[in-house]
Protein backbone atom coordinates (compact mmCIF):
# COMPACT_ATOMS: atom_id res chain seq x y z
CA UNK A 1 0.00 0.00 0.00
CA UNK A 2 1.60 3.69 -0.99
CA UNK A 3 -0.62 6.79 -0.09
CA UNK A 4 0.68 9.85 -1.27
CA UNK A 5 -0.35 13.60 -0.65
CA UNK A 6 -0.21 15.96 -2.74
CA UNK A 7 -0.87 19.77 -1.31
CA UNK A 8 -1.03 22.75 -3.29
CA UNK A 9 -0.41 25.90 -0.91
CA UNK A 10 -1.92 28.61 -3.01
CA UNK A 11 -5.40 26.64 -2.93
CA UNK A 12 -4.56 25.11 0.58
CA UNK A 13 -5.75 21.85 -1.04
CA UNK A 14 -4.89 18.42 -0.48
CA UNK A 15 -5.34 15.58 -2.66
CA UNK A 16 -4.01 12.09 -2.64
CA UNK A 17 -2.82 9.53 -4.65
CA UNK A 18 -3.64 5.82 -3.44
CA UNK A 19 -2.25 2.49 -5.15
CA UNK A 20 -2.29 -1.20 -4.41
CA UNK A 21 -0.63 -3.90 -6.19
CA UNK A 22 -0.32 -1.76 -9.65
CA UNK A 23 -4.12 0.16 -9.30
CA UNK A 24 -4.52 3.32 -8.24
CA UNK A 25 -6.86 5.94 -7.31
CA UNK A 26 -6.46 9.62 -7.14
CA UNK A 27 -9.26 12.12 -4.43
CA UNK A 28 -10.25 14.95 -5.13
CA UNK A 29 -7.32 16.11 -8.13
CA UNK A 30 -6.70 19.53 -9.09
CA UNK A 31 -6.85 20.76 -12.96
CA UNK A 32 -3.47 20.65 -13.63
CA UNK A 33 -3.24 16.46 -13.41
CA UNK A 34 0.27 15.54 -14.77
CA UNK A 35 1.83 15.14 -11.43
CA UNK A 36 -0.83 12.07 -10.88
CA UNK A 37 0.02 10.70 -14.27
CA UNK A 38 3.86 11.18 -13.24
CA UNK A 39 3.33 9.67 -10.53
CA UNK A 40 1.66 6.36 -11.88
CA UNK A 41 3.98 6.02 -14.73
CA UNK A 42 7.01 5.84 -12.29
CA UNK A 43 5.52 3.32 -9.92
CA UNK A 44 3.98 1.62 -13.35
CA UNK A 45 0.59 1.63 -11.94
CA UNK A 46 -2.96 2.05 -13.62
CA UNK A 47 -5.10 4.82 -12.49
CA UNK A 48 -8.61 2.57 -11.83
CA UNK A 49 -10.79 5.10 -9.89
CA UNK A 50 -10.63 9.32 -9.37
CA UNK A 51 -13.35 9.87 -6.33
CA UNK A 52 -14.95 13.55 -5.38
CA UNK A 53 -15.98 13.83 -1.56
CA UNK A 54 -18.13 16.94 -3.45
CA UNK A 55 -18.58 19.21 -5.83
CA UNK A 56 -15.55 21.63 -4.95
CA UNK A 57 -16.65 25.35 -4.96
CA UNK A 58 -12.90 26.67 -4.51
CA UNK A 59 -10.90 25.16 -7.19
CA UNK A 60 -11.61 23.41 -10.98
CA UNK A 61 -11.25 19.28 -10.27
CA UNK A 62 -9.30 17.90 -12.83
CA UNK A 63 -11.91 14.39 -12.58
CA UNK A 64 -12.78 15.02 -16.08
CA UNK A 65 -9.31 15.43 -18.00
CA UNK A 66 -7.69 12.61 -15.34
CA UNK A 67 -10.52 10.28 -16.75
CA UNK A 68 -10.30 10.83 -19.88
CA UNK A 69 -6.82 10.64 -20.11
CA UNK A 70 -6.43 7.29 -17.95
CA UNK A 71 -10.02 5.67 -18.48
CA UNK A 72 -10.89 6.12 -15.02
CA UNK A 73 -13.99 6.00 -13.60
CA UNK A 74 -15.29 8.80 -11.57
CA UNK A 75 -16.73 8.54 -8.66
CA UNK A 76 -18.73 10.72 -6.42
CA UNK A 77 -20.88 9.55 -3.13
CA UNK A 78 -25.03 8.79 -2.85
CA UNK A 79 -27.47 11.85 -4.02
CA UNK A 80 -24.88 13.51 -6.96
CA UNK A 81 -25.96 14.27 -9.80
CA UNK A 82 -23.67 15.56 -12.61
CA UNK A 83 -24.06 16.00 -16.41
CA UNK A 84 -21.28 13.68 -17.13
CA UNK A 85 -20.80 10.04 -17.01
CA UNK A 86 -19.89 9.14 -12.85
CA UNK A 87 -20.57 6.21 -10.53
CA UNK A 88 -22.95 7.30 -8.18
CA UNK A 89 -21.89 5.42 -5.42
CA UNK A 90 -23.83 3.97 -2.27
CA UNK A 91 -23.42 4.56 1.40
CA UNK A 92 -20.60 1.79 3.07
CA UNK A 93 -20.12 0.80 -0.87
CA UNK A 94 -16.72 -1.10 -1.09
CA UNK A 95 -14.81 -0.50 -4.09
CA UNK A 96 -11.35 -2.99 -4.43
CA UNK A 97 -7.93 -1.41 -4.95
CA UNK A 98 -5.54 -3.98 -5.21
CA UNK A 99 -5.33 -5.85 -2.01
CA UNK A 100 -6.92 -2.39 -0.03
CA UNK A 101 -10.51 -1.38 -0.14
CA UNK A 102 -12.06 2.02 -0.14
CA UNK A 103 -15.15 2.29 1.87
CA UNK A 104 -18.10 5.54 0.60
CA UNK A 105 -18.99 6.98 3.80
CA UNK A 106 -21.85 9.50 2.93
CA UNK A 107 -21.61 12.71 5.35
CA UNK A 108 -23.72 15.08 4.08
CA UNK A 109 -23.43 18.56 6.07
CA UNK A 110 -21.31 20.54 3.76
CA UNK A 111 -22.85 19.86 0.79
CA UNK A 112 -25.71 17.15 0.78
CA UNK A 113 -23.49 14.65 -1.45
CA UNK A 114 -20.39 14.85 0.66
CA UNK A 115 -18.97 11.83 1.36
CA UNK A 116 -15.21 10.43 2.46
CA UNK A 117 -13.23 7.36 1.77
CA UNK A 118 -12.41 5.26 4.23
CA UNK A 119 -8.84 2.72 3.41
CA UNK A 120 -9.42 -0.69 4.56
CA UNK A 121 -5.90 -1.99 4.56
CA UNK A 122 -4.60 -5.85 3.61
CA UNK A 123 -5.34 -6.82 7.18
CA UNK A 124 -8.52 -5.79 7.30
CA UNK A 125 -7.79 -2.20 9.63
CA UNK A 126 -9.36 0.98 9.36
CA UNK A 127 -5.87 2.31 8.15
CA UNK A 128 -7.22 6.16 7.38
CA UNK A 129 -9.77 8.05 5.93
CA UNK A 130 -9.88 11.24 3.38
CA UNK A 131 -12.62 13.47 4.82
CA UNK A 132 -12.50 15.89 1.77
CA UNK A 133 -14.28 18.52 3.42
CA UNK A 134 -16.46 17.55 6.19
CA UNK A 135 -13.62 17.01 8.75
CA UNK A 136 -10.67 19.48 9.09
CA UNK A 137 -7.67 19.19 11.10
CA UNK A 138 -8.82 21.37 13.84
CA UNK A 139 -12.40 22.40 11.89
CA UNK A 140 -14.97 21.15 9.88
CA UNK A 141 -16.36 21.71 6.70
CA UNK A 142 -18.89 25.41 6.44
CA UNK A 143 -22.11 24.60 5.80
CA UNK A 144 -23.57 26.80 3.30
CA UNK A 145 -21.56 25.99 0.25
CA UNK A 146 -23.99 23.16 -0.91
CA UNK A 147 -25.18 23.90 -4.84
CA UNK A 148 -28.80 24.60 -5.72
CA UNK A 149 -29.97 23.45 -2.05
CA UNK A 150 -33.31 24.92 -0.38
CA UNK A 151 -31.73 23.73 2.87
CA UNK A 152 -30.52 27.13 5.36
CA UNK A 153 -26.99 26.99 6.75
CA UNK A 154 -28.75 25.31 10.08
CA UNK A 155 -29.75 22.44 8.22
CA UNK A 156 -26.87 21.60 6.83
CA UNK A 157 -25.04 22.00 10.04
CA UNK A 158 -27.16 19.78 11.68
CA UNK A 159 -26.36 17.42 8.90
CA UNK A 160 -23.06 17.63 9.06
CA UNK A 161 -23.20 17.08 13.30
CA UNK A 162 -25.23 14.02 12.67
CA UNK A 163 -22.15 12.61 9.69
CA UNK A 164 -18.76 13.39 11.99
CA UNK A 165 -20.79 11.54 14.97
CA UNK A 166 -22.44 8.45 12.93
CA UNK A 167 -19.68 8.25 10.65
CA UNK A 168 -16.65 9.52 11.75
CA UNK A 169 -16.25 9.49 15.59
CA UNK A 170 -17.06 5.71 15.87
CA UNK A 171 -13.77 4.87 13.70
CA UNK A 172 -10.68 3.90 15.71
CA UNK A 173 -8.95 7.22 17.23
CA UNK A 174 -5.45 5.67 15.13
CA UNK A 175 -7.97 6.21 11.92
CA UNK A 176 -5.40 9.01 10.21
CA UNK A 177 -7.53 11.76 8.94
CA UNK A 178 -6.53 13.06 5.73
CA UNK A 179 -8.86 16.09 5.27
CA UNK A 180 -8.93 18.37 1.57
CA UNK A 181 -7.81 21.01 3.00
CA UNK A 182 -5.49 23.67 5.49
CA UNK A 183 -5.10 26.37 6.76
CA UNK A 184 -5.65 29.28 4.31
CA UNK A 185 -9.12 27.68 2.50
CA UNK A 186 -12.16 29.72 2.77
CA UNK A 187 -14.09 26.03 2.97
CA UNK A 188 -13.86 26.56 7.29
CA UNK A 189 -12.98 28.62 9.93
CA UNK A 190 -9.87 28.00 12.03
CA UNK A 191 -8.34 25.23 9.85
CA UNK A 192 -5.01 24.21 11.33
CA UNK A 193 -1.53 24.58 9.53
CA UNK A 194 -1.26 20.53 10.00
CA UNK A 195 -2.08 17.89 6.88
CA UNK A 196 -2.93 15.13 8.67
CA UNK A 197 -4.07 14.03 12.15
CA UNK A 198 -5.89 10.65 13.71
CA UNK A 199 -9.54 10.97 14.82
CA UNK A 200 -8.51 10.43 18.36
CA UNK A 201 -6.56 13.33 18.22
CA UNK A 202 -9.31 15.44 16.47
CA UNK A 203 -11.70 14.30 19.38
CA UNK A 204 -9.79 16.34 21.82
CA UNK A 205 -8.39 19.08 19.89
CA UNK A 206 -11.16 19.93 17.49
CA UNK A 207 -13.30 22.79 18.68
CA UNK A 208 -16.65 21.63 16.67
CA UNK A 209 -15.80 18.44 17.98
CA UNK A 210 -16.39 19.66 21.77
CA UNK A 211 -19.70 20.52 21.25
CA UNK A 212 -22.23 19.55 24.33
CA UNK A 213 -25.05 18.76 21.82
CA UNK A 214 -26.41 19.36 18.00
CA UNK A 215 -27.93 22.68 19.31
CA UNK A 216 -24.11 23.57 20.91
CA UNK A 217 -22.44 22.27 17.05
CA UNK A 218 -25.10 24.11 14.68
CA UNK A 219 -24.15 27.55 17.08
CA UNK A 220 -20.59 27.00 16.83
CA UNK A 221 -20.38 26.14 13.62
CA UNK A 222 -22.47 29.07 11.99
CA UNK A 223 -20.84 31.13 14.40
CA UNK A 224 -19.06 34.19 12.44
CA UNK A 225 -19.71 33.03 8.99
CA UNK A 226 -18.46 35.56 6.26
CA UNK A 227 -19.44 35.60 2.67
CA UNK A 228 -17.81 32.99 0.78
CA UNK A 229 -15.63 34.24 -2.39
CA UNK A 230 -18.33 35.09 -4.99
CA UNK A 231 -16.26 32.88 -7.70
CA UNK A 232 -17.36 29.57 -5.37
CA UNK A 233 -21.02 28.76 -6.53
CA UNK A 234 -19.50 29.33 -10.01
CA UNK A 235 -16.76 26.90 -9.74
CA UNK A 236 -18.50 24.42 -8.04
CA UNK A 237 -21.50 24.79 -11.24
CA UNK A 238 -18.03 23.92 -13.17
CA UNK A 239 -17.42 20.79 -11.07
CA UNK A 240 -21.26 19.37 -11.48
CA UNK A 241 -21.80 20.56 -15.06
CA UNK A 242 -18.69 19.58 -16.33
CA UNK A 243 -16.19 21.16 -19.00
CA UNK A 244 -14.81 20.76 -22.08
CA UNK A 245 -11.92 23.33 -22.20
CA UNK A 246 -8.53 21.07 -22.23
CA UNK A 247 -6.11 22.72 -19.79
CA UNK A 248 -2.80 21.96 -22.78
CA UNK A 249 -5.15 23.77 -24.82
CA UNK A 250 -5.92 26.49 -22.43
CA UNK A 251 -2.32 26.63 -21.40
CA UNK A 252 -1.40 26.75 -25.29
CA UNK A 253 -3.70 29.62 -26.46
CA UNK A 254 -2.85 31.94 -23.28
CA UNK A 255 0.75 31.73 -23.48
CA UNK A 256 1.14 34.67 -25.76
CA UNK A 257 3.82 37.08 -25.65
CA UNK A 258 2.93 40.23 -26.67
CA UNK A 259 5.33 43.29 -27.52
CA UNK A 260 4.16 46.45 -25.54
CA UNK A 261 2.52 47.63 -28.80
CA UNK A 262 0.52 44.55 -29.28
CA UNK A 263 -0.32 45.13 -25.39
CA UNK A 264 -1.26 48.66 -25.91
CA UNK A 265 -3.45 47.84 -28.69
CA UNK A 266 -5.40 44.83 -26.56
CA UNK A 267 -5.71 47.13 -23.74
CA UNK A 268 -7.28 50.02 -25.41
CA UNK A 269 -9.42 49.25 -28.11
CA UNK A 270 -11.18 45.88 -25.82
CA UNK A 271 -10.93 47.48 -22.08
CA UNK A 272 -9.15 44.23 -20.97
CA UNK A 273 -8.06 43.46 -17.29
CA UNK A 274 -4.37 44.41 -16.72
CA UNK A 275 -3.42 42.11 -13.85
CA UNK A 276 0.01 42.22 -12.32
CA UNK A 277 0.95 38.95 -10.73
CA UNK A 278 4.40 40.48 -9.44
CA UNK A 279 5.36 40.77 -5.90
CA UNK A 280 3.95 44.16 -4.08
CA UNK A 281 7.02 45.50 -3.70
CA UNK A 282 7.90 45.21 -7.28
CA UNK A 283 4.59 47.14 -7.96
CA UNK A 284 4.51 49.68 -5.73
CA UNK A 285 7.98 50.86 -7.18
CA UNK A 286 6.43 50.89 -10.35
CA UNK A 287 3.47 49.42 -12.70
CA UNK A 288 1.22 50.04 -15.92
CA UNK A 289 -1.31 52.43 -14.35
CA UNK A 290 -4.90 50.90 -13.88
CA UNK A 291 -3.46 47.13 -13.15
CA UNK A 292 -4.84 45.38 -10.34
CA UNK A 293 -2.33 43.50 -8.54
CA UNK A 294 -2.58 39.78 -7.10
CA UNK A 295 0.76 38.83 -6.28
CA UNK A 296 1.61 34.84 -6.79
CA UNK A 297 3.02 35.10 -3.34
CA UNK A 298 0.16 35.35 -1.81
CA UNK A 299 -2.88 33.24 -1.82
CA UNK A 300 -3.34 34.54 -5.13
CA UNK A 301 -6.53 32.17 -6.31
CA UNK A 302 -8.73 33.27 -3.17
CA UNK A 303 -8.06 37.11 -4.20
CA UNK A 304 -8.84 36.41 -8.21
CA UNK A 305 -11.48 34.70 -7.58
CA UNK A 306 -12.65 37.32 -4.89
CA UNK A 307 -12.09 40.38 -7.13
CA UNK A 308 -12.39 39.56 -10.94
CA UNK A 309 -16.39 39.28 -10.80
CA UNK A 310 -16.62 37.04 -14.15
CA UNK A 311 -14.69 34.02 -14.93
CA UNK A 312 -14.79 34.93 -18.66
CA UNK A 313 -12.95 38.79 -17.90
CA UNK A 314 -10.14 38.96 -20.80
CA UNK A 315 -6.96 39.30 -18.99
CA UNK A 316 -3.86 40.53 -19.65
CA UNK A 317 -1.06 39.53 -17.88
CA UNK A 318 2.31 41.04 -16.35
CA UNK A 319 4.45 38.81 -14.65
CA UNK A 320 7.95 38.37 -13.28
CA UNK A 321 10.50 36.63 -15.79
CA UNK A 322 9.59 33.07 -16.21
CA UNK A 323 6.10 33.08 -14.13
CA UNK A 324 3.55 33.87 -17.20
CA UNK A 325 3.12 29.56 -16.90
CA UNK A 326 2.24 29.48 -13.39
CA UNK A 327 0.24 32.37 -13.99
CA UNK A 328 -1.50 30.93 -16.24
CA UNK A 329 -1.86 27.75 -14.86
CA UNK A 330 -3.14 29.00 -11.61
CA UNK A 331 -6.00 31.46 -12.73
CA UNK A 332 -7.11 28.51 -14.58
CA UNK A 333 -7.09 26.54 -11.51
CA UNK A 334 -10.21 28.46 -10.59
CA UNK A 335 -11.83 28.89 -13.99
CA UNK A 336 -10.34 31.60 -15.35
CA UNK A 337 -9.60 30.53 -18.63
CA UNK A 338 -9.39 33.96 -21.11
CA UNK A 339 -5.95 34.80 -20.56
CA UNK A 340 -5.34 37.03 -24.09
CA UNK A 341 -1.25 37.25 -23.62
CA UNK A 342 1.41 38.64 -21.18
CA UNK A 343 3.38 41.62 -21.71
CA UNK A 344 7.00 40.25 -23.28
CA UNK A 345 9.76 41.47 -21.10
CA UNK A 346 7.76 42.50 -18.21
CA UNK A 347 8.06 45.96 -16.67
CA UNK A 348 11.38 46.50 -18.25
CA UNK A 349 10.32 46.07 -21.84
CA UNK A 350 7.20 49.16 -20.99
CA UNK A 351 9.88 51.21 -19.47
CA UNK A 352 12.30 50.83 -21.81
CA UNK A 353 9.13 52.01 -24.46
CA UNK A 354 9.23 55.11 -22.59
CA UNK A 355 5.65 54.41 -21.31
CA UNK A 356 3.79 56.00 -18.60
CA UNK A 357 4.19 53.71 -14.99
CA UNK A 358 2.56 54.65 -11.71
CA UNK A 359 4.10 54.25 -8.12
CA UNK A 360 2.23 53.31 -4.93
CA UNK A 361 4.21 55.14 -2.14
CA UNK A 362 5.18 52.91 0.92
CA UNK A 363 5.24 54.12 4.21
CA UNK A 364 7.20 52.17 6.60
CA UNK A 365 5.82 51.35 10.18
CA UNK A 366 7.78 52.97 12.11
CA UNK A 367 7.40 56.34 10.84
CA UNK A 368 3.01 55.78 10.67
CA UNK A 369 2.78 54.86 14.08
CA UNK A 370 5.29 57.70 15.18
CA UNK A 371 3.09 60.33 13.13
CA UNK A 372 -0.26 59.10 13.30
CA UNK A 373 -2.07 62.45 13.19
CA UNK A 374 -4.30 64.21 10.56
CA UNK A 375 -4.51 60.80 8.44
CA UNK A 376 -6.96 58.94 7.39
CA UNK A 377 -6.20 54.92 7.69
CA UNK A 378 -8.11 52.25 6.00
CA UNK A 379 -7.54 48.78 7.77
CA UNK A 380 -8.33 46.48 4.64
CA UNK A 381 -8.15 43.27 6.58
CA UNK A 382 -11.71 41.43 7.40
CA UNK A 383 -13.68 42.73 10.52
CA UNK A 384 -12.84 39.46 12.69
CA UNK A 385 -9.18 41.08 12.39
CA UNK A 386 -10.18 44.69 13.02
CA UNK A 387 -12.15 43.49 15.98
CA UNK A 388 -9.26 41.58 17.46
CA UNK A 389 -7.31 44.68 17.60
CA UNK A 390 -6.46 47.58 15.02
CA UNK A 391 -5.10 50.99 15.02
CA UNK A 392 -6.38 53.88 16.85
CA UNK A 393 -8.25 56.16 14.41
CA UNK A 394 -8.33 53.34 11.65
CA UNK A 395 -11.43 52.51 9.37
CA UNK A 396 -12.48 48.90 8.09
CA UNK A 397 -12.84 49.18 4.66
CA UNK A 398 -12.31 44.99 3.93
CA UNK A 399 -10.58 44.33 0.89
CA UNK A 400 -13.08 41.80 -0.47
CA UNK A 401 -15.57 44.34 -0.50
CA UNK A 402 -13.13 47.56 -1.33
CA UNK A 403 -14.28 47.15 -5.42
CA UNK A 404 -18.37 47.81 -4.12
CA UNK A 405 -17.59 50.64 -1.70
CA UNK A 406 -14.81 52.36 -3.13
CA UNK A 407 -17.25 55.04 -4.34
CA UNK A 408 -18.07 55.91 -0.62
CA UNK A 409 -14.44 57.67 -0.34
CA UNK A 410 -13.47 60.58 -1.42
CA UNK A 411 -10.84 60.49 -4.33
CA UNK A 412 -9.32 63.50 -3.60
CA UNK A 413 -8.54 62.48 -0.06
CA UNK A 414 -4.94 61.37 1.52
CA UNK A 415 -5.67 57.49 2.45
CA UNK A 416 -2.96 55.51 4.11
CA UNK A 417 -3.64 51.78 3.63
CA UNK A 418 -2.52 48.55 6.04
CA UNK A 419 -3.46 45.25 6.11
CA UNK A 420 -1.91 42.34 8.30
CA UNK A 421 1.83 42.37 6.11
CA UNK A 422 1.77 44.53 3.57
CA UNK A 423 0.05 42.01 0.81
CA UNK A 424 -3.36 42.71 0.98
CA UNK A 425 -2.90 46.39 1.30
CA UNK A 426 -1.07 46.67 -1.97
CA UNK A 427 -3.96 45.22 -3.81
CA UNK A 428 -6.25 47.28 -2.16
CA UNK A 429 -3.77 50.34 -3.17
CA UNK A 430 -3.48 49.27 -6.74
CA UNK A 431 -8.05 49.12 -6.54
CA UNK A 432 -8.05 52.59 -5.41
CA UNK A 433 -5.56 54.09 -7.87
CA UNK A 434 -7.40 52.18 -10.40
CA UNK A 435 -10.45 54.41 -9.84
CA UNK A 436 -8.43 57.62 -10.12
CA UNK A 437 -7.45 57.37 -6.21
CA UNK A 438 -3.83 59.22 -6.44
CA UNK A 439 -3.36 59.98 -2.33
CA UNK A 440 -2.99 56.44 -1.58
CA UNK A 441 0.00 55.39 0.49
CA UNK A 442 0.86 52.13 1.80
CA UNK A 443 1.91 50.64 5.11
CA UNK A 444 4.48 48.16 4.92
CA UNK A 445 4.60 45.74 7.15
CA UNK A 446 0.93 45.89 7.71
CA UNK A 447 -0.68 45.53 11.46
CA UNK A 448 2.52 43.19 12.43
CA UNK A 449 4.82 46.09 11.64
CA UNK A 450 2.93 48.54 13.34
CA UNK A 451 2.77 47.13 16.84
CA UNK A 452 5.71 45.27 16.71
CA UNK A 453 8.15 47.45 18.56
CA UNK A 454 11.72 46.01 17.10
CA UNK A 455 10.34 47.21 13.86
CA UNK A 456 12.93 49.21 11.62
CA UNK A 457 12.61 51.20 8.83
CA UNK A 458 12.12 48.90 6.17
CA UNK A 459 11.30 51.57 2.93
CA UNK A 460 13.32 50.94 -0.54
CA UNK A 461 12.83 53.90 -3.11
CA UNK A 462 14.43 52.24 -5.49
CA UNK A 463 12.93 50.78 -8.74
CA UNK A 464 13.44 47.26 -9.74
CA UNK A 465 11.76 45.17 -12.48
Same mark, same amino acid.
Given at each position: ?273 ? *? $?? /? @? !?????? &? #??? =? +?? %? ?83 ? *? $?? /? @? !?????? &? #??? =? +?? %? ?69
Amino acid at each position: MFIHQFYTKCLSEASYYIESNGEAAIIDPIRDTQAYLDLASERGAQIKYVFETHFHADFVSGHIELAKKTGANIVYGPTAQANYDIIVAEDEEIYQLGNIQLKVLHTPGHTMESSCFLLIDEKGHEHAVFTGDTLFIGDVGRPDLAVKTDLSREDLARHLYRSINEKLMVLNDETVVYPGHGAGSQCGKALSNETESTIGKQKTSNYALQASSEDDFVAKVTEGLTSPPQYFPKNAQINKLGYTSNLDDIMSQSMKALSVGEFKTLWDDYNMLV *L $DT /R @T !PDLFSQ &G #HIP =G +AL %NIGLNGTFAVWVGTLISNLDTPILLVCDTDKEEESVLRLARVGYENVRGFLKGGMQSWRDADQNESLVSNVCPVDFRMNPEGKTI *L $DV /R @T !PAEYEA &G #HFE =G +AI %NYPLATLQANHSDLNQSDQYYVYCKSGYRSVVASSILKAHGFERIFNVKKGYQGIVDPASTCCCNKSKSN
